[in-house]
């Protein structure tokens, strides 16, 4: 069974399914925190792709808090009760985080 650190691709019988990616955002002009999740479907690897694209090993260092900054929490869950998070400042959302972050929005509504 693939262990969190490294998901295989939704393909795999044998890999954990992949149940929930929970975003959520704070800061901001408002202070206001939102939040999104999204909760594939078994058969589903989009998200999964996703997870797996992302370079959770290279996440920055928290950065102070600056006036209007957001801040932006990532949470994983697999059916096997395994988790991963990753906090990230504004800057460092970008490529693979972007675009999961942007298909947890879409994909989920608020939570």
């Known amino acids: 069974m693939a262990a969190p650190d490294e998901p295989e691709t939704a393909s795999d019988a044998t890999a954990p399914h992949l149940v929930a990616v ?3 955002r704070t800061g901001g002009i408002a202070g206001v925190p939102r939040q999104w ?3 594939p479907a078994p058969d ?3 998200l999964t792709d996703l997870v797996a694209r992302c370079p959770w ?3 920055p260092p928290e950065e102070p808090s ?3 900054r957001f ?3 990532v949470t994983v869950r697999w059916d096997t009760d395994d988790e ?3 906090a990230l400042p504004d800057r460092a959302v970008l490529g693979p985080w972007r ?3 942007e298909a947890v929005r879409n994909a989920g509504g608020s939570a």
Do not use: P, S, T
């Open 22 to 24: 929970v975003v959520r």
């Open 37 to 39: 999740a999204a909760h």
């Open 44 to 46: 589903d690897g989009r």
């Open 57 to 59: 090993h290279e996440v």
């Open 66 to 68: 600056g006036a209007d």
């Open 71 to 73: 801040a932006w929490q």
């Open 84 to 86: 991963r998070h990753a």
């Open 99 to 101: 675009d999961l972050i």
